[in-house]
């Protein structure tokens, strides 16, 4: 039996998974030239150790061999887990939020499929500012929804009305990233107020109110004194996602949560639907051991300063190059613009870097053509040798 059109088109389209494709192809260019003569900034895999309060929460806690510790609990995941990550909420939000407003889940990814299942329709669409992180696209489609990309201004921050303008009825809601992938961009409280307010015009002229979506991962990983925006306290339909895949260094262990605002007006229905889409998509639950270790370390100090100096010393090697791009306030990514010799065309400057052994993602996965998004969470010796690397493949545009 032949599987699903749309997943082998998807899937077998030139831009499909390109992230992973060039973390596996440099994967294999390492085997080939050596790890140090490979420059690979194609995946946000964070190479920061997470921090020793985790690691120890870990140890101790895997040792425990009390019955049923690693058995089933409520859906929504222990309620001493999601009181806690109602704490870290009030803390990053400023109003105070209770364990019945969180939902434990698999990561970010799985909080964020659960929650789209749970609100969208057949037809409806959810907004998002582009450049935007590339799964997003995939995540919304799985649910009968559509992605509608608007562009961010000249600076990468909101254009709140560009966003206005693409509201419609069929909007379920607007989804953004802060600091975001893959410009490093972090709204100002500023722009989230002002789409709070384009929201709650809109709400008040068509009847429907849209969710407002913070994917937030990077919450923690900002530079130069800039803190992100709270939500809650502007708009109050709005839902966070999030993960400690990023902030403590832990990709693999699939560990996150939704919280609801609130004040959000149909909160308990929100709440019980992504409760009840984390089941029924098959996670079950959030993985046991995860959630007592971050109900136990989430807050535990991490120290981001390393990034940033990765992000200088890249600049500094970019600048030299003469490659432009983005100054990014969070995160670890550097957007990139193309060499206008190329036309455009990430993804055949992607392959022209591969031939001095400098792996990429090319922009248009992120809604971004003519961009290509480095990621720094590499190790300092790896981007202070990609200098030379660097300097050769934008001479060689000039031969």
């Not at 996670?283 to 051991?289: H, I």
């Not at 030299?320 to 055949?348: I, L, T």
Request: charged residues 20%; negative net charge; hydrophobic residues 40%.
């Amino acid at each position: 039996m032949p599987i699903s059109r749309y997943i082998k088109e998807t899937m077998n389209s030139k831009g499909s998974g390109v992230i992973r494709k060039m973390f596996e192809e440099g994967v294999a260019l390492k085997k080939l030239h050596g790890e140090d003569k490979v420059f690979d900034f194609s995946l946000g895999n964070p190479d920061l150790d997470p921090p020793d309060e985790v690691a120890a929460s870990i140890a101790t806690l895997a040792a425990v061999r009390e019955k049923n510790w690693h058995g089933y609990m409520p859906n929504a995941g222990y309620p001493f887990a999601r009181d806690a990550m109602a704490a870290k909420t009030a803390r990053e939000q400023g109003v105070p939020v209770t364990g019945d407003c969180v939902v434990m889940s698999v990561g970010a990814a799985g909080a964020l499929n659960s929650l789209l299942k749970a609100i969208l329709n057949d037809g409806d669409n959810v907004i998002v500012p582009a450049p935007f992180f590339a799964e997003y696209s995939h995540y919304v489609r799985n649910y009968g929804g559509t992605l509608v990309s608007v562009q961010t201004k000249s600076d990468f921050s909101l254009d709140i009305e560009g966003i206005a303008a693409a509201l419609s009825e069929k909007t379920a809601a607007v989804l953004i990233n802060s600091p975001n992938n893959p410009t490093g961009r972090v709204y100002p409280q500023s722009d989230i107020d002002a789409l709070a307010s384009a929201l709650n015009a809109h709400a008040a002229k068509c009847g429907r109110k849209p969710y407002l979506i913070l994917d937030e991962p990077y919450r923690a990983i900002t530079y130069d004194g800039i803190n992100v925006a709270a939500a809650f306290p502007a708009y109050d339909s709005s839902v966070v996602v999030t993960s400690f895949a990023k902030n403590l260094s832990l990709p693999g262990e699939r560990i996150g949560y939704i919280c609801v605002n609130p004040a959000c007006p149909d909160k308990a229905d929100v709440v019980a639907a992504c409760i009840f889409c984390t089941r029924i998509l098959g996670y079950v639950n959030a993985p046991a051991l995860m959630q007592r270790v971050v109900a136990q370390a989430w807050d535990a100090p991490a120290d981001y300063s390393l990034y940033k100096r990765r992000r200088d010393e890249l600049v500094a090697i970019l600048d030299e190059a003469g490659v432009e791009h983005a100054s990014p306030e969070g995160a670890f990514y550097m957007w990139c613009k193309v060499p206008s010799s190329f036309k455009g065309d990430d993804m055949d400057f992607a392959d022209y870097l591969k031939n001095y052994l400098i792996l990429c993602a090319p922009g248009s996965g992120f809604g971004g053509r003519g961009w290509f998004r480095l990621a720094y969470c590499v190790s300092e010796q790896s981007i202070v040798n990609s200098r030379e690397a660097w300097l050769k493949a934008m001479a060689g545009l000039k031969g």
